[in-house]
């Protein structure tokens, strides 16, 4: 367990894993458990990941990121999506709150009505963006809790997104949003801190 500024201060993408390095199905689902605290708009938890172990299906991975060598080296490649729909389980996301009185039948109405709303006079691009917008939350809370919990990542946008969604049979509402590499890094083939803009350059306090 690292304090949250050393965990920050230690998480960087790695550039090359530790070869034949399994992860198991149990480490990576408890690193999804404190995942899925992640915020999310509505509380309506738009992302759906897909880690990939299997050979087969890795090896299609690697074809659609054009060749990315880090996913045949990696543990597992997870395939982070955002799903388009996620309005439309609005209602069974609150009967939880309904179910315990904490909501009455009213709240619970309007919320399913408005939240339906909200997203169906935005349309499509707004879906698609907020299917992006919230899978990037949880995957940047995704790669903290990782690097807690002793594993390295790098998260991944060079790949063909239509060839990601067939190689794991993803529906058509999910979005191909990143990869993300996981395993042990090779230290010895670390990268320096890349530059980073002072505080001043990336922020504006108030207004422009
Ligand atoms: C959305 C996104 C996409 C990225 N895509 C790739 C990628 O396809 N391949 C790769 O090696 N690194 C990729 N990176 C890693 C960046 O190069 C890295 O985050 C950046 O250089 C800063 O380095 P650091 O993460 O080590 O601090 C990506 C990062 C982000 C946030």
Not at 6 to 29: D, G, M
Not at 115 to 144: C, H, K, P, W
């Amino acid at each position: 367990m690292q304090d949250l500024t050393t965990l920050v201060r230690n998480r960087h993408s790695a550039v090359k894993f530790v070869p034949n390095t399994p992860i198991s199905e149990q480490e990576l689902s408890e690193i999804f458990e404190l995942v899925k605290l992640a915020p999310s708009a509505f509380n309506l938890q738009h992302t759906h990941y897909v880690p990939v172990m299997d050979e087969e299906v890795k090896e299609k991975i690697y074809q659609a990121s054009g060749g990315q060598y880090k996913i045949k080296l990696a543990s597992a490649v997870i395939a982070v999506f955002g799903d388009k729909e996620a309005y439309t389980h609005i209602a069974e996301m609150n009967e939880g709150f309904l179910s315990l009185g904490m909501i009455d039948r009213l709240q619970y109405d309007t919320t399913v009505r408005d939240v339906t709303e909200f997203y169906q006079m935005r349309g499509e691009d707004f879906q698609r963006e907020e299917a992006i917008r919230n899978a990037s939350l949880s995957a940047m809370m995704f790669m903290l809790i990782a690097k807690d919990k002793g594993w390295d990542t790098c998260p991944m946008i060079g790949f063909d997104p239509k060839a990601v969604s067939e190689a794991v049979g993803a529906p058509d509402n999910l979005y191909p949003v990143m990869l993300i590499t996981i395993g042990k890094e090779d230290s010895d083939r670390r990268r320096a801190r890349g530059y980073r803009k002072p505080v001043s350059e990336f922020v504006t306090f108030n207004r422009f």
